[in-house]
């Protein structure tokens, strides 16, 4: 019989304020083991109503140092603490994780002092700790992970000038997942999703962008709407990821971190997604919060 082997989302947002979707974040569930992958704003918030509990996440991976991937990372700590959590948590991830968990214990480390004297005996001291490994990445997915017939790999991305910037792919029970984190088209990302059973993509439609900037022009913030006009050049865009997919062989096709942040509407997800079964004839979602997805082997490889 399959293993569990689902992507759990978290945060399908962009750093665009929307009332339904938070920041960046998602738990991939293999089995026994439950990996988070980012963790923006609110996203660790929705562990619970997810039906997760936070002090069964023992390792977390980052993609990147945006805030809209990391800001909840202190209240994951503390979530997984306080739910019961006995040993360290394992941190992976590219060059500055140590500095960001650092500071985020640094910040939260009163805290940590205050509940401890509050439940004498109750909350276990290796639970608020977290150990990091950093590794160096490169175009070619490489392995950093495998335990329990899990592996994960990393590879780099181009967000430029975020660097470094990395996607993962898991492999689980003959199944494999491309969580693509934020990065325009390229090369490494087509090598890593080749043959995937389910690629994660960020994703940016140019319209509804364009769109989104004029509403926040004539808003009177023309400062804000400038700023807007450089992000499509570290995104990509829908019609790029559907090529990609396509080009790719991937089986499914989920879009997430979503440009503009749309709220969870029908209408307005179906126009984000316009077009793109003309190229890419596989299934094309878009993820919504607190959403589970399985990862299904592709049924044309
Ligand atoms: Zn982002
Ligand atoms: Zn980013």
Redesign the pocket.
């Known amino acids: 019989m399959a293993q569990a082997f689902d992507v759990v989302f978290l945060g399908t947002g962009s750093p665009l304020p929307s009332p339904d979707r938070c920041g960046c974040g998602c738990i991939i569930v293999a089995g026994n083991t439950n990996v988070l992958v980012d963790c923006g704003y609110g996203a660790a918030r929705r562990i619970v109503p997810a039906g997760i509990i936070p002090a069964q996440i023992d390792v977390a991976i980052f993609t ?1 140092m ?1 805030t809209d ?1 990391i800001t909840d990372v202190p209240d994951f700590i503390n979530q997984r603490w306080v739910s019961g959590a006995t040993k360290p948590l394992r941190v992976f991830g590219p060059a500055g994780k140590q500095k960001m968990i650092t500071g985020f214990l640094m910040a939260i480390e009163d805290d940590i002092r205050f509940r401890t004297a509050h439940h004498p005996g109750k909350l276990h001291p290796q639970g608020a700790k977290v150990e990091v490994t950093e590794f160096t990445v490169s175009q070619t997915p490489e392995a950093f992970f495998a335990e329990e017939g899990l592996v994960l790999e990393s590879f780099e991305v181009d ?1 430029f000038p ?1 660097v470094p910037a990395v996607g993962y792919r898991a492999k689980f029970d003959g199944r494999s997942v491309v969580l693509s984190g ?1 990065t325009n088209l390229c090369d490494s990302l087509l090598n890593a999703a080749q043959g995937t059973d389910l690629l994660i993509s960020d994703a940016l439609n140019p319209a509804m962008f364009a769109q989104y900037i004029e509403r926040v022009r004539s808003m009177g913030r023309s400062n804000v709407a400038s700023i807007l006009e450089d992000v499509p050049s570290y995104h990509i865009n829908t019609q790029e990821v559907t090529q990609l997919a396509r080009d790719a062989g991937v089986g499914s096709l989920v879009l997430s971190h979503l440009l503009p942040n749309l709220p969870n509407n029908d209408e307005m997800e179906a126009a984000f997604k316009a077009g793109m079964s003309d190229i890419y004839s596989g299934p094309i979602r878009l993820a919504r919060d607190l959403q589970r997805i399985t990862v299904e082997k592709r049924v044309n490889p």
Do not use: R, T
């Open positions: 990147h945006h991937h967000h975020v934020d």
